[in-house]
Antibody, heavy 116, light 110 residues
Framework: EVRLVESGGDLVQPGGSLRLSCAAS????????MHWVRQAPGKGLVWVSR????????RYADSVKGRFTISRDNAKNTLYLQMNSLRAEDTAVYYC?????????WGQGTTVTVSS | QSALTQPASVSGSPGQSITISCTGT?????????VLWYQHHPGKAPQLMIY???NRPSGVSDRFSGSKSGNTASLTISGLQAEDEADYYC??????????FGTGTRVTVL
């Protein structure tokens, strides 16, 4: 079964850090670019970041540039999102996804809440 | 990286056709044929309905179709069914090698 499972979401104070993980199974993880997408409460989907299949060329939305870092470990079939200097507006459900017409897979999301 | 503009809501009766617009700029929708459409039921993972402006992934009903003119892409749902009630998002590749989603449209089946 093709699957993505996010973890690492938590309640964190403003200015804090968190690392999200996304475990892939059932497909050749190392062949696909991977993305993080988030959805704040009551709001729409927002693209956050992307990384090539070989771990190169990360790209970020302006809203997280300089604070978030995307990475992957193809040997562990795992995608990561290191989030630093968190703000209240980063509160959201974070999804990892392939966003690929050949194999479009999304996880169920992990919740990040930034609040004091 | 401004979000693509979609109507907040669109509604229709069963059997009718509805169209959702997605307006961007020449740096995203107008500049690339990499427009996607997702269906999102709250609490579930988004499902890809259209890719590359007008192509349907395997398993997606042919009641869903996509098109583009200039900086505006459109998703048409024909023969509207109760199960089509969901949020719909467009997405486009951009000139800065990033991606952008639309503001989202809530489809209601009357």
């Amino acid at each position: 079964e093709v699957r993505l499972v996010e973890s690492g979401g938590d309640l964190v104070q403003p200015g804090g850090s968190l690392r999200l993980s996304c475990a892939a199974s059932g497909f050749t993880f190392s062949s696909y670019w991977m993305h993080w997408v988030r959805q704040a409460p009551g709001k729409g989907l927002v693209w956050v970041s992307r990384i090539y299949n070989d771990g190169s060329s990360p790209r970020y939305a302006d809203s997280v540039k300089g604070r978030f870092t995307i990475s992957r470990d193809n040997a562990k079939n795992t995608l990561y999102l290191q989030m630093n200097s968190l703000r209240a507006e980063d509160t959201a459900v974070y999804y990892c996804a392939t966003i690929n017409p050949a194999l479009d897979v999304w996880g169920q999301g992990t919740t990040v809440t930034v609040s004091s | 990286q401004s979000a693509l503009t979609q109507p907040a809501s669109v509604s229709g009766s069963p059997g009718q056709s509805i169209t959702i617009s997605c307006t961007g700029t020449s740096s995203d929708v107008g500049g690339y044929n990499s427009v996607l459409w997702y269906q999102h039921h709250p609490g579930k993972a988004p499902q890809l309905m259209i890719y590359d402006v007008s192509n349907r992934p395997s398993g997606v009903s042919d009641r869903f179709s996509g098109s583009k003119s200039g900086n505006t892409a459109s998703l048409t749902i024909s023969g509207l069914q109760a199960e089509d009630e969901a949020d719909y998002y467009c997405s486009s590749y951009t000139g800065s090698s990033t991606y952008v989603f639309g503001t989202g449209t809530r489809v209601t089946v009357l």
